[in-house]
């Protein structure tokens, strides 16, 4: 059967570009509270474009942003796969950067060039388009389908958990499959067995009542961005290590067998730097740089602020100053401890002279699993009937938080199948996806319908 539909879609591809630049102008930022009624309407037109590739859909309101469901269940005896993706994009500034607006997508080089591109709408809609040509083909599908396309991944996914929870029963699958992860190199194909948790807070300290002269008071008052940075700056050894108390008890070790199929993998270091302009690496000492990024825990400062950054000088003592804060989290770290951890530890470390405010934004614990199951190698032989090259097992440094809530709410392992590139500048200016990559990503879902039940 794939060979006819893989002949469905190579007859179609002008019309999936199109379909892909319809749902790339939509101005679907989750952390921006003036795109709300934009998001609805992305919500729809997913709705719309599930139904009419032969799926029931459905919106479901959430206290943010709206999920989106669509359900095929014919396939008596077949196994359940639930495919999630999000519709949400992250900010698109700086907007000065882009070479075309964010919104208004534009083809260059074999690219397509939007907010959204590969980071998750590509990606996403090439299991609708797959899916879709199987319907209009064969007129079924060999599993059983439930899509899961939520609004707001790129701020913590909180509803999808409290949805999907309630969902228990009805959604109860067998594997989940999740486009939304890169490939490890142009013409590598990679799947992605792991994926790093994380934690999000906002730590506040308020000193003075107003900003201040610091001629006049200077000196005899604290300065709270001045007490900030140095209860941050002690958080952090010379060797990279975290020094909030208990902060590496759950970590799970690397093995020697994965340290060995890590630094299997080509990297090059210098072409690595190059590109990121930069002419040293630096992090924990005793791991390298692919450890450091998919298997280690990280503590990183996202923005401080306070007092004045406008032009030029101006002499105060800053009223208050603030800390975004995100941890990376590897698997068996518990966000909500470790976040209680860093909260009691900057407490213990606040000086009177200013009050401590902390908040919680967002938390999800990593994931690891095992390769060696028959749904990694259907999507192994999926994968390599689509690119015509097997695909590498990787791990990754970034979050996906739904992925450690199908683990615990429906007991299922995802398949990360990821179609895009680190270098498709996601969550940056000029954010792309390769229209080669976007065709194989779709052939490679049509593939993997079948090979899971053979
Ligand atoms: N698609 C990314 C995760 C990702 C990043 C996969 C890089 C592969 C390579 C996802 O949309 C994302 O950005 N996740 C956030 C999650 C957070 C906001 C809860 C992240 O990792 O920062
Ligand atoms: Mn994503
Ligand atoms: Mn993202």
């Not at 749902?23 to 609805?40: G, H, N, V, Y």
């Not at 899961?148 to 909180?158: C, K, L, T």
């Not at 009805?170 to 590598?188: H, I, K, N």
């Not at 209680?340 to 994931?367: N, Q, R």
């Amino acid at each position: 059967m794939y060979s006819s539909v893989k002949k469905y879609l190579e007859d179609h591809q002008a019309q999936s570009l199109e379909d892909l630049k319809q749902f790339l102008r939509f101005e679907s930022i989750s952390a921006d509270s003036k795109c709300r009624e934009q998001m609805k309407q992305t919500a729809e037109f997913v709705r719309n474009r599930l139904e009419s590739a032969g799926l029931k859909a459905e919106i479901h309101p959430t206290a943010g942003h709206p999920i989106v469901t669509g359900q095929w269940r014919k396939a008596k005896d077949a196994p359940t796969v639930l495919i999630y993706g999000h519709y949400d994009v992250q900010p698109p500034d700086p907007l000065e950067l882009w070479t075309s607006p964010p919104f208004e997508p534009e083809v260059r080089e074999g690219k397509i060039y939007a907010r959204g591109a590969t980071d998750d709408k590509g990606q996403m809609l090439t299991h609708l388009l797959a899916i879709e040509a199987w319907l209009k083909t064969a007129g079924k599908l060999p599993v059983n389908v439930i899509f899961v396309i939520e609004g707001e991944e790129e701020v913590g996914s909180n509803n999808l958990d409290l949805f999907l929870a309630e969902k228990k029963e009805e959604y109860a699958c067998d594997v989940a499959v999740v486009s939304d992860t890169s490939m490890y190199a142009p013409d590598l194909p990679a799947i992605t067995y792991g994926l790093r948790g994380i934690l999000a807070c906002e730590v506040t300290l308020t000193g003075p009542n107003r900003d201040l002269h610091s001629g006049v008071f200077g000196g005899a008052v604290a300065n709270p961005i001045n007490v900030l940075t140095k209860m941050l700056g002690s958080l952090q050894d010379d060797q990279g290590k975290i020094l909030i108390p208990g902060f590496y008890d759950d970590v799970l070790e690397l093995g020697e067998d994965e340290k060995k199929e890590f630094s299997s993998l080509p990297f090059d270091e210098a072409a690595f730097m190059k590109d990121l302009g930069i002419n040293t690496l630096q992090g924990e000492a005793g791991y390298s740089t692919i450890e450091r990024r998919w298997a280690r825990p990280t503590f990183d400062i996202n923005g401080i602020y306070g007092g004045y950054s406008g032009e030029g000088p101006k002499t105060i003592i800053p009223s208050t100053a603030t800390a975004k804060i995100t941890c990376r989290l590897v698997p068996n770290q518990n966000a909500a401890q470790l976040t209680s951890a860093i909260k009691s530890h900057l407490e213990s470390i606040c000086p009177t002279s200013v009050t401590m405010e902390f908040t919680d934004f967002h938390g999800c614990e990593g994931i690891v699993f095992d390769t060696s199951g028959p749904y990694f190698q259907a999507a192994s032989r999926a994968i390599q009937n689509a690119f015509g090259t097997r695909p590498v097992f990787i791990r990754e440094g970034g979050s996906i938080p739904v992925v450690a809530t199908f683990q615990e709410i429906f007991g299922v392992e995802t398949l990360l199948l990821g179609w895009g590139l680190n270098s498709d500048n996601l969550h940056s200016p000029n954010e792309h996806f390769h229209l080669e990559n976007f065709y194989r990503g779709t052939l490679a879902s049509a593939s993997l319908w079948e090979e899971l039940v053979s």
